[in-house]
């Protein structure tokens, strides 16, 4: 029997959810979305299966409701599930990169039928909307699920079985532990980026040549602080404690990184600098839990048309699945940086075989 899944809310990852999910023939999906022309597209393009029009009276019959909206808007969305009466059990989602305010909003509801279980896809892109969406997008990706202290370990592994399709990997964790990872590793880094890009553009007033100066590792490190401003200012609110908490923690780590260096300890900022060089080549290399691991290359390409292409086509004519690839450094006329990675250390050591044997200057990262 079908299942039937309301989706509310249709950008990049609402979109992309609906995509994958849509490829099962046991779920039929129904969109939602105050854009109509998301909507329209999401139909032409067979996103969706039809379009909600009345967002109560569908809820009503969904098995399953998932949240494709900013953190704000999904607690909102939330109290308004609070006031429909279901005739039976239903499952609601979210995809929000912060859980506990939301994990809060859903503990508070009153309606025995709704049973909440957080989640979040860590997975995105450089584009947004709608028109970005793709089904493969959660493919090896971590997606964390945060159920709610009451809700049913059946209801749990219905979402799961329904998240199959997406080729994701799933974890669970608590709320609050998930906002406390995600604020270090993904918000908190965010923030630094920002305030990196502004110490340049203050810079500028001093040296005008910084912009022409400002790529490679600059343009790297601060790639994320061109993403939606109004989208990263909810996620800041709606995790400000815990921002406030690492802004406290960093400010101690640079007054510690200044001591060194106007104590001119050498030896250890060179100790400093080798554990931090350690940890960083560490992470993700090897498999922990449910998180894969993965196996880079760098190789070094001439900045003409299809070098690229040459190298993705030599890995896969020998059927080697490039999980990531990533530009580094690239100028143009000179050599580039091209970084592979692949899910496992033999498909490391055969690509850089077969590169190596067509002439090309590459390094393994071990």
């Known amino acids: 029997m079908k299942k039937t899944i309301l989706m509310i809310g249709l950008g990049l990852i609402g979109g992309s959810l609906a995509k994958s999910l849509r490829k099962s023939e046991e779920n039929y999906i129904i969109g939602y979305d105050i854009n109509q022309t998301t909507l329209t597209f999401a139909l032409i393009n067979d996103i969706i299966d039809e379009p909600c029009t009345n967002l109560e009276e569908t ?12 953190i704000t808007e999904t607690i909102q969305f939330l ?10 059990d239903v499952i609601v989602s979210d995809v929000s990169s912060v859980k506990k305010p939301i994990s809060d909003a859903a503990s508070s509801l009153e309606n025995n ?42 209801a749990v592994n219905t979402l799961e079985n329904l998240l199959e399709v997406t080729n994701s990997h799933i974890i669970k964790l608590k709320a609050n532990d ?8 993904s918000h908190f880094p ?27 590792g600059f343009r790297d490190v601060t790639r994320i602080a061109s993403a939606n401003p109004e989208l990263w200012q909810d996620i800041f609110y709606h995790n400000k404690q815990k921002m406030v908490k690492m802004i406290d923690d960093w400010t101690d780590e640079m007054n510690a990184l200044k001591q060194m260096l106007q104590q001119n300890h ?19 290399t090897k498999e922990k839990g449910a998180i894969p691991g993965f196996y880079d290359l760098y190789v070094d390409i001439r900045d003409q048309t299809g070098a690229i292409a040459t190298v993705a086509n030599l890995l896969a004519e020998k059927k080697i699945s490039i999980t990531n690839i990533r530009i580094l450094e690239i100028r143009e006329g000179i050599t580039g940086v091209l970084r592979l990675s692949v899910s496992t250390k033999d498909e490391q050591l055969q690509s850089y075989q077969i590169l190596k044997h067509r002439g090309y200057d590459l390094m393994l990262e071990e």
């Not at 809820?59 to 900013?70: C, E, R």
């Not at 947004?128 to 049913?152: D, M, Q, R, W």
């Not at 030896?267 to 993700?284: I, P, V, W």
């Open 266 to 284: 050498k030896s250890e900022l060179t100790t400093y600098l080798k554990q931090a060089k350690d940890y960083r080549d560490g992470l993700g």
């Open 59 to 70: 809820a009503s019959k969904a098995d399953i409701i998932i949240l494709g909206t900013p």
């Open 178 to 185: 998930h906002d406390e990872m995600t604020g270090v590793i």
């Open 190 to 216: 965010h923030l630094i980026a920002s305030a990196l890009v502004q110490q340049a553009k203050k810079w500028e007033e001093t040296h005008a040549f910084i912009p022409q100066l400002a790529a490679g």
């Open 113 to 154: 039928r709704i049973q909440f279980i957080g989640g979040h896809p860590m997975a995105g892109s450089h584009k947004k909307g709608i028109t970005a969406a793709k089904e493969h997008l959660f493919e090896n990706a971590i997606y964390v699920l945060s159920p709610s202290a009451n809700c049913p370990d059946e």
């Open 79 to 88: 109290q308004q599930l609070e006031h429909i009466s279901f005739e039976h």
